[in-house]
């Protein structure tokens, strides 16, 4: 079975630019996570999916963060402007309704 | 308050046992999950504990949780060197889902 796959995995941009990463989860998996990963702490939701329909974004920050899963499948997360302190790891997860959660092997972002 | 603890930092020689301990906030949380991050990758699931259960054994893992004090543990037998991570307790608090990670506690094993 494929796992969750994200893409680009790297990402260096200079700060008040844009950026998208892109999810595609593990076939059949309903719910999909977004989490932001500052570099010495653990993971932090950012915003969750169930299908194509939010079920929480209260930790996005909507004034530069926006994501969409339009089809219920792959997801796109986006960010403009970029500002330095969105430095990070973006992690996507996905889950068979709110059962564990599988990670994909992130995209970091480096914003100068 | 929200927060789930962790120790920073354990280091162990090979061939010794390894125990990660988490303190967690929410004594509703339904399942509690151990997760194993290595350098440049994501985060891969190692084993779970259904709050109604005190222990759970995998192979070369132990998990032991005390609902009384909101503690989790992960005791890791024979510690290898590719045991080497950062792993992380995490706390799933409601039916949607939604994990609370604590910080961090980075294995090291030195040969």
């Known amino acids: 079975e494929a796992g969750v796959a994200q893409s680009p995995r790297y990402k260096i941009i200079e700060k008040r630019q844009s950026v998208a990463f892109w999810c595609n989860p593990i076939s059949g998996h309903a719910t999909l996570y977004w989490y932001q990963q500052i570099l010495g702490q653990g993971p932090k939701l950012l915003i969750q999916f169930q299908n194509n329909g939010v079920v929480d974004d209260s930790q996005l920050p909507k004034d530069r963060f926006s994501a969409e899963r339009l089809k219920g499948v792959d997801s796109t997360l986006k960010i403009q402007p970029a500002k330095l302190e969105d430095s990070a790891v973006y992690l996507c997860?996905?889950?068979?309704?709110?059962?564990?959660?599988?990670f994909g092997p992130g995209t970091r972002l480096t914003v100068l | 308050g929200e927060d789930v603890e962790q120790s920073l930092f354990l280091s162990v020689r090979e061939g010794d046992s390894s125990v990660i301990n988490c303190t967690y906030t929410?004594?509703?949380?339904?399942?509690l999950y151990w997760y194993k991050q290595e350098p440049g990758a994501g985060l891969q699931l190692l084993t779970y504990?259904?709050?109604?259960?005190d222990m759970k054994q995998d192979q070369r893992l132990t998990v032991l949780l005390n609902k009384k004090d909101k503690h989790l543990s992960l005791r890791i037998a024979d510690t290898q060197t590719g045991d080497s991570a950062i792993y992380f307790c995490a706390e799933k608090r409601d039916n949607t889902g939604k994990l609370i990670f604590g910080q961090g506690t980075t294995l090291q094993v030195k040969p």
């Open positions: 997860a996905s889950a068979v309704g709110g059962d564990t959660q599988y």
């Open positions: 504990i259904f709050s109604n259960m």
């Open positions: 929410d004594s509703s949380s339904t399942y």
